[in-house]
């Protein structure tokens, strides 16, 4: 019975099914490493931040609620109208909502997967929002300066923690915004990193639906309804 050309090289290849591919010569197992990348996926991440954002919402209800029970008890102290300057807190208005608009912009850029305008449109939200929250901490320091202070009575408080907590969210949405412009540039627009836009993005205008509010109720009325 003569061999066939090459049945020797192919008999050598075959591995019997019922061996470990990584066992050794000895009939140890050698160590295999496996890379393993954990993501989560895109349908739970959003469920999941929804969910957050609803959680969060309920705050900010009970937090409207607590004000407009206490926003009328001034302890015969400062009134709204005493208080707040309609026009500067106009100004800071239009500068959250101005964000909002250029984070819209930055997210076509995403979409355009242009790295540089996207970066750049990320940056002028990032300042319109630390020019809100310039504004808002020159006004909180101006309050206490003249004596209303959260202590002052049930109003400043209510209008404090309310207020508070709103400024509190930018600051955390600023710093996760920075994280992503350092981000971006290194992992370039993979889904994770896209995933992540858009949450915060929905985080930022979940902000800005939650001021209109606290200008309309706390400041508005506040001043016209004194």
Request: aromatic residues 14%; contains cysteine.
């Amino acid at each position: 019975m003569t061999a066939h050309p090459g049945t020797a090289d192919t008999a050598a290849k075959i591995v019997p099914q019922d061996v470990p591919a990584h066992a050794s010569a000895g009939g140890t197992e050698a160590p295999v490493f496996y890379e393993t990348k954990e993501h989560h996926a895109e349908s739970s991440t959003m469920l999941g931040f929804w969910i957050y954002l609803m959680s969060d919402a309920l705050i900010f209800a009970v937090l409207f609620a607590t004000y407009g029970v206490l926003g009328r008890n001034y302890a015969a102290g400062p009134s709204p109208a005493d208080l707040f300057d309609l026009p500067l807190i106009a100004l800071n208005t239009a500068l959250l909502l101005f964000s909002s608009i250029t984070y819209g912009v930055a997210m076509l850029e995403v979409e355009k997967r242009r790295m540089g305008l996207t970066l750049f449109w990320l940056g002028v939200t990032g300042l319109f929002g630390l020019g809100f929250l310039g504004i808002e901490l020159y006004e909180f320091h101006h309050l206490i300066e003249q004596g209303a202070g959260p202590q002052r009575s049930a109003f400043l408080s209510a209008f404090f923690a309310l207020v508070g907590t709103h400024g509190l969210h930018v600051t955390f949405g600023i710093v996760w915004l920075v994280t992503l412009m350092f981000q971006l540039p290194k992992r370039g627009f993979i889904p994770e990193n896209r995933r992540r836009l858009l949450c915060l993005g929905m985080f930022w205008h979940f902000l800005d639906v939650i001021w209109i509010g606290v200008f309309t109720f706390v400041y508005l009325m506040g001043v016209l309804l004194a």
